[in-house]
């Protein structure tokens, strides 16, 4: 069955800083991954997925992440966090019907 | 732009009502989803569509019913609403075929006393 765990459940980091959410999946074949973003109040955007090819893939808003098939991850990362990134973090993975991790809360320090 | 939308924002229904939560997506897609969300859960997978009047259950079915009469249409239903059932209700939806994402509503908070 497919799953994934998040295992931070809250994450701290100040303006400016670098970020690295971590994402761990369970999964029979190679797989689709998602990573979404919901601010307080709003539905889930997609900021970035991978289905095949290059293994670092871009998305909206500056992040990035990369997946490691013998580390079966795909964290997500950003070089700089700005105020307005404070918000939950999920990541997902299926075909077609997608399984979420628990979520990962971020707050960015002024 | 993919439009999913949820009729309620806000629910609050007794113990024991029957609960009609509604999704309805403007792109023809033909893959729609309920999913619930709870703080440190993250989102469970209730019932899941791939096309009109086909359904099949996800993770946590117990205690819920989904209809789908029309492919723009995704209802949800809580047969006899308990208090446990207090959550927050996203609909989604995608195209068939593998390689692509759900676009997500707004979500419905329902709040069941």
């Known amino acids: 069955a497919q799953s994934v765990t998040q295992p931070d459940i809250h994450i701290t980091v100040s303006e400016g800083a670098s970020l690295e959410l971590r994402c761990n999946y369970s999964?029979?074949?190679?797989?689709?991954l998602f990573w979404y973003v919901q601010s307080p109040g709003q539905g889930l955007q997609l900021l970035l997925k991978y289905f095949s090819g290059d293994t670092l893939v871009q998305g909206i808003k500056g992040f990035e992440a990369e997946f490691k098939r013998s580390q079966s991850s795909f964290n997500l990362r950003k070089p700089s966090v700005h105020w307005s990134d404070a918000a939950e973090y999920f990541c997902a993975v299926g075909e077609g019907e997608m399984r979420f991790g628990a979520g990962t809360r971020l707050t960015v320090k002024p | 732009d993919v439009k999913v939308t949820q009729s309620s924002r806000y629910l609050v229904k007794r113990t024991g009502e029957k609960v009609f939560l509604e999704c309805v997506q403007d792109m023809d897609h033909e893959n729609m989803f309920w999913y619930r969300q709870d703080p440190g859960l993250g989102l469970r997978l209730i019932y899941f569509?791939?096309?009109?009047?086909?359904?099949e259950k996800g993770d946590i079915p117990e205690g819920y019913s989904v209809s789908r009469e029309k492919k723009e249409r995704f209802s949800l239903i809580l047969e006899s609403a308990s208090t446990n059932q207090t959550s927050m209700y996203l609909c989604?939806?995608?195209?068939?075929?593998?390689?692509?994402?759900?676009?997500f509503g707004q979500g419905t908070r329902l709040t069941v006393v």
């Open positions: 989604a939806s995608s195209l068939w075929f593998e390689n692509t994402e759900a676009f």
């Open positions: 999964y029979g074949a190679t797989p689709y």
């Open positions: 569509s791939y096309d009109v009047k086909m359904k």
